[in-house]
């Protein structure tokens, strides 16, 4: 039985019928098979044929992961379960389709870095909040070679998670330093870590809201 | 296992008949009405589906629907509005001005240009402005118990608030902490007999009357505590989290100077959903209509889109 409804399955479509390109989007599981996650993107693949799917068996034992698009800077880790599935499938949509939704300013703050931004966004599949920092992250990574961007399901990571002390979701960490609490927007969210980077504190953690105006 | 699909993100602007400002019940339900009635619209919804609805577990009044998660019933909802015709983007207002007849509404990507607008952008969690609540925000500190929950499994958590909000969050929380002190400033709860009934008769809830919370306190790793004050003096709790559910704070910053506001920040209504502006309507959360359900929003949202479709007759026949 899908794991998709029909109901589902039709506005999914819809979605994917805006896709101009072909995404490959890898599957990396444990020894002991793709699961559940392995099944919903089966069934993604299976509504359009704009996504090349490729499953890649870890050695390890962990929870499934996901990447988006072949740089590999757009990944997903967990099973993209509730809104985190709008998170996915909103990151699978964006790199079949051309240009960028962000904002002017966040395209000239990402075009101006000199150091790589790695962000981390931790969620859980039962936060409305979560998918919007989600998805800027990914928005972030895609349109530069500079950003790589993961959204972790909290629940799954529960090491990852604890090691960054997360307590609440959304959560985003740039480079192990800087976090964000709760769902920012992208004006604030940029303009904050923009002038967290350019303050030259050296703090091993930086709060974003401190540099909010 | 559940599926919440992605909302449209067309970002391109639009002109239109009606701008619906708002994602949640007031806003879908004023994209459904709108879509009935033919209206030209466009509904900025920002990243949070569903608004304050789609974050509460379980909603047990909502006519017709016995029991369904808020974010279950909100999802409905959109369906319903979008099988009707709506039309939605992701985008988060920031500005309105009036343009000629009309309206010119900005947001971070686009802009749009209405003849009629519905404001129903919600609102958000208020704060209580205590020493420790800002520091520990998501450290311990939440404002959404449906987002982190699954945190508190096994743990101790606090709960702030006597409303109907309060009460069921803390419900959804009993599930998962290990113990829970709801903290009330009043000797009774506000919230429905029904609800308040179900929280008393928790074995693993207890009840601080007549208390408030006057700091949080914590260490690097997060929260550890709370000071309260009862009528029997400062009290200090241990803890691991605190929710607070001590009311709301309307969502009204783009609209401050184009509409009239209450002291709270609410946008002032007569007539349940007219403002102080000509084709400018607001329902649900973010007016100053005193009771605050799904069911009240969702009415709102059909009044107000009915109110712009009259309002915009009248000026094609004039």
Same mark, same amino acid.
Request: include cysteine.
């Given at each position: 039985?899908?794991?998709?409804?029909?109901?589902?399955?039709?506005?999914?479509?819809?979605?994917?019928?805006?896709?101009?390109?072909?995404?490959?989007?890898?599957? @990396?599981?444990?020894?002991?098979?793709?699961?559940?996650?392995?099944? #919903?993107?089966?069934?993604?693949?299976?509504? @359009?044929?704009?996504?090349?799917?490729?499953?890649?068996?870890? %050695?390890?034992?962990?929870? %499934?992961?996901?990447?988006?698009?072949?740089?590999?800077? /757009?990944?997903?880790?967990?099973?993209?379960?509730?809104?985190?599935?709008?998170?996915?499938?909103?990151?699978?949509?964006?790199?079949?389709?051309?240009?960028?939704?962000?904002? %002017?300013?966040? #395209?000239?703050?990402?075009?101006?870095?000199?150091?790589?931004?790695?962000?981390?966004?931790?969620?859980?599949?039962?936060?409305?909040?979560? *998918?919007?920092?989600?998805?800027?992250?990914?928005?972030?990574?895609?349109?530069?070679?500079?950003?790589?961007?993961?959204?972790?399901?909290?629940?799954?990571?529960?090491?990852?998670?604890?090691?960054?002390?997360?307590?609440?979701?959304?959560?985003?960490?740039?480079?192990?330093?800087?976090?964000?609490?709760? $769902?920012?927007?992208?004006?604030?969210?940029?303009? !904050?870590?923009?002038?967290?980077?350019?303050?030259?504190?050296?703090?091993?953690?930086?709060?974003?809201?401190?540099?909010?105006? | 296992?559940?599926?919440?699909?992605?909302?449209? $993100?067309?970002?391109?602007?639009?002109?239109?008949?009606?701008?619906?400002?708002?994602?949640? *019940?007031?806003?879908?339900?004023?994209?459904?009405?709108?879509?009935?009635?033919?209206?030209?619209? #466009?509904?900025?919804?920002?990243?949070?589906?569903?608004?304050? !609805?789609?974050?509460?577990?379980? #909603?047990?009044?909502?006519?017709?629907?016995?029991?369904?998660?808020?974010?279950?019933?909100?999802?409905?909802?959109?369906?319903?509005?979008?099988?009707?015709?709506?039309?939605?983007?992701?985008?988060? /207002?920031?500005?309105?001005?009036?343009?000629?007849?009309?309206?010119?509404?900005?947001?971070?990507?686009?802009?749009? @240009?209405?003849?009629?607008?519905?404001?129903?952008?919600?609102? !958000?969690?208020?704060?209580?402005?205590?020493?420790?609540?800002?520091?520990?925000?998501?450290?311990?500190?939440?404002?959404?118990?449906?987002?982190?929950?699954?945190?508190?499994?096994?743990?101790?958590?606090?709960?702030?608030?006597?409303?109907?909000?309060?009460?069921?969050?803390?419900?959804?929380?009993?599930?998962?902490?290990?113990?829970?002190?709801?903290?009330?400033?009043?000797?009774?709860?506000? !919230?429905? %007999?029904?609800?308040?009934?179900?929280?008393?008769?928790?074995?693993?809830?207890?009840?601080?009357?007549?208390?408030?919370?006057?700091?949080? @306190?914590?260490?690097?790793?997060?929260?550890?505590?709370?000071?309260?004050?009862?009528?029997?003096?400062?009290?200090?709790?241990?803890?691991?989290?605190?929710?607070?559910?001590?009311?709301?704070?309307?969502?009204?910053?783009?609209?401050?100077?184009?509409?009239?506001?209450?002291?709270?920040?609410?946008?002032?209504?007569? $007539?349940?959903?007219?403002?102080?502006? *000509?084709?400018?309507?607001?329902?649900?959360?973010?007016?100053?209509?005193?009771?605050?359900?799904?069911?009240?929003?969702?009415?709102?949202?059909?009044?107000?889109?009915?109110?712009?479709?009259?309002?915009?007759?009248?000026?094609?026949? $004039?």
């Amino acid at each position: 039985m899908p794991l998709l409804s029909e109901d589902d399955r039709k506005a999914i479509r819809q979605h994917f019928s805006t896709m101009e390109n072909t995404v490959e989007v890898t599957l @990396t599981h444990s020894p002991d098979g793709p699961g559940d996650s392995g099944a #919903i993107l089966g069934e993604l693949a299976g509504l @359009t044929d704009r996504i090349r799917l490729v499953t890649a068996p870890s %050695p390890e034992t962990a929870p %499934p992961s996901i990447s988006v698009g072949e740089h590999g800077r /757009v990944r997903f880790m967990g099973t993209p379960s509730g809104y985190e599935f709008s998170t996915l499938l909103t990151a699978i949509i964006d790199a079949g389709r051309s240009g960028t939704k962000l904002s %002017p300013a966040t #395209i000239e703050f990402i075009g101006g870095l000199r150091e790589e931004l790695n962000i981390m966004v931790f969620v859980t599949p039962t936060c409305p909040h979560c *998918p919007g920092a989600g998805v800027l992250a990914h928005r972030m990574a895609a349109a530069s070679p500079m950003v790589s961007a993961s959204v972790i399901e909290a629940q799954e990571y529960p090491d990852l998670a604890g090691a960054h002390r997360v307590m609440g979701v959304p959560r985003t960490v740039v480079n192990e330093r800087y976090h964000a609490e709760g $769902n920012m927007s992208e004006t604030v969210l940029v303009t !904050a870590l923009s002038r967290a980077m350019a303050s030259g504190r050296a703090d091993a953690f930086i709060n974003l809201s401190e540099f909010i105006s | 296992m559940e599926f919440h699909l992605p909302p449209d $993100n067309s970002g391109t602007g639009s002109v239109v008949d009606l701008v619906i400002a708002g994602g949640g *019940p007031a806003a879908l339900s004023a994209a459904l009405y709108a879509a009935r009635y033919g209206l030209g619209h #466009i509904v900025l919804e920002s990243w949070q589906p569903g608004g304050q !609805a789609a974050l509460t577990a379980l #909603i047990e009044n909502y006519p017709g629907v016995p029991s369904v998660p808020g974010a279950k019933l909100s999802g409905i909802m959109r369906s319903q509005a979008l099988e009707a015709g709506a039309r939605f983007t992701t985008e988060t /207002v920031s500005s309105v001005e009036p343009l000629g007849e009309g309206f010119l509404v900005r947001t971070e990507s686009a802009s749009h @240009t209405a003849k009629t607008l519905i404001i129903a952008t919600g609102a !958000a969690p208020a704060k209580l402005g205590v020493p420790g609540e800002d520091r520990y925000y998501g450290r311990g500190v939440s404002f959404c118990a449906t987002c982190d929950a699954p945190f508190y499994r096994g743990r101790r958590v606090v709960v702030v608030g006597g409303g109907d909000s309060a009460v069921k969050e803390a419900l959804h929380l009993s599930g998962v902490a290990s113990g829970l002190v709801l903290v009330h400033r009043r000797d009774t709860l506000r !919230a429905e %007999p029904r609800l308040a009934q179900r929280l008393l008769d928790c074995p693993t809830c207890e009840v601080r009357w007549n208390s408030t919370l006057k700091a949080v @306190t914590g260490d690097e790793q997060g929260v550890t505590g709370v000071d309260l004050e009862t009528p029997s003096g400062l009290e200090h709790l241990d803890t691991d989290g605190v929710f607070l559910y001590v009311g709301t704070k309307p969502a009204t910053g783009p609209f401050r100077g184009l509409v009239e506001l209450d002291a709270r920040g609410a946008v002032l209504t007569r $007539n349940i959903v007219e403002t102080s502006r *000509p084709g400018v309507y607001a329902a649900g959360d973010v007016t100053s209509n005193g009771f605050r359900q799904v069911v009240t929003a969702a009415s709102d949202g059909a009044r107000a889109a009915w109110a712009a479709f009259e309002y915009l007759e009248d000026r094609r026949q $004039n």
